[in-house]
């Protein structure tokens, strides 16, 4: 090859990277998918419909660019409300990815009205703040392993309207959708910035991002009546999933922010947070209780 001539692997700077983005079926994290494989990683999604997610792999890899040789885009079923499908999730990973460099926590949503997962638990908070600290800490010994690698949890601006009920964080004396969403998205801030001074020193990053108002199927399940209102006004104003993706993209791919961990972002730049964010005594006591929640214990 002559030395001018771009490789195969030329501006696609992700190649020989393993990438896991849960929520990858649909919305922000199929979009994240797509552009983490057209620069060149092997990327897996998670759904719940394992026909549906099987389906939006191949898509995904069509639409990447890579339809013909080996598949580079793998699918994962599993329902991120369930605990017990959280940890089959994490073994089929470990099983089928010798190395793990990035891990994307992409799934959430919203829930007008509180539903109970087969585990017992506020819907809200077991798949929007449960199943990403779960997920992690399965994994967290393979991602050490592939350092540096890097973990990236998508968060929200409604983080700034969230505070953390520590007396009910399950919502069962009183019940919001709009409150215990932001409180679940604050609790990923609070996570993210708890992982990262637990992994200071070990090759792994934790990041967490505001994606922006993105035209997605959010609330689509369970909206309230105020979402129904406001979703198709806002509609003409907000992103596409691809430009809601960019920063989710940006944090698990570049060399710019190689090394950078424990910061919240939006629009690919580091963006202010609600104040009990930098709280560690409260971020420290939530990661206890979360960790009794799904089984676990840390020292």
């Known amino acids: 090859m002559a030395e001018n001539t771009p490789g195969p692997t030329a501006g696609k700077p992700m190649t020989g990277k393993t990438v896991l983005v849960t929520g990858g079926t649909g919305g922000i994290g199929r979009a994240t998918a797509v552009g983490l494989a057209r620069l060149g990683a092997r990327v897996g999604i998670t759904g719940r419909d394992a026909g549906r997610t099987a389906s939006a792999a191949a898509a995904i890899a069509g639409e990447a660019g890579n339809a013909s040789g080996s598949p580079s885009v793998d699918a994962f079923p599993a329902d991120m409300s369930s605990q017990t499908e ?3 999730l994490a073994a089929a990973v470990l099983d089928a990815y010798p190395r793990l ?4 926590n992409n799934v959430g949503g919203f829930w007008a009205t509180r539903h109970s997962t087969a585990d017992g638990l506020e819907h ?3 798949v929007n ?3 990403p600290f779960l997920l992690t800490e399965l994994l967290l010994d393979r991602l050490k392993a592939s350092a540096p690698s890097r973990i990236v949890t998508v968060s929200s601006g409604a983080q700034r309207m969230g505070r953390i009920d520590f007396d ?3 919502g069962e004396r009183d019940y919001s959708g709009q409150r215990a969403y932001n409180q679940s998205k604050l609790a990923d801030i609070l996570f993210t910035f708890e992982l990262a001074r637990r992994l200071d020193g070990t090759g792994v990053t934790a990041n967490t991002l505001h994606p922006g108002l993105v035209r997605t199927s959010f ?3 369970d909206s309230s009546p105020a979402w129904k209102v406001m979703i198709p006004l806002l509609r003409p104003f907000m992103k596409s999933p691809a430009r809601g993706a960019e ?5 698990a791919s570049s060399p710019d922010v190689e090394g950078v961990s424990g910061v919240y972002f939006s629009g690919r730049k580091p963006a202010k947070v609600n104040p009990i964010a930098d709280d ?4 420290a006591r939530l990661w206890k209780a979360n960790s009794q929640l799904v089984g676990l214990t840390h020292p």
């Open 86 to 88: 959280v940890r089959r």
């Open 101 to 104: 460099d990035v891990l994307v």
């Open 124 to 126: 809200t908070y077991a």
């Open 129 to 131: 703040v449960l199943a």
């Open 168 to 170: 009910d964080l399950q």
């Open 219 to 221: 609330a689509a399940e």
């Open 247 to 251: 920063t989710s993209i940006f944090l």
């Open 280 to 283: 560690r005594s409260a971020a």
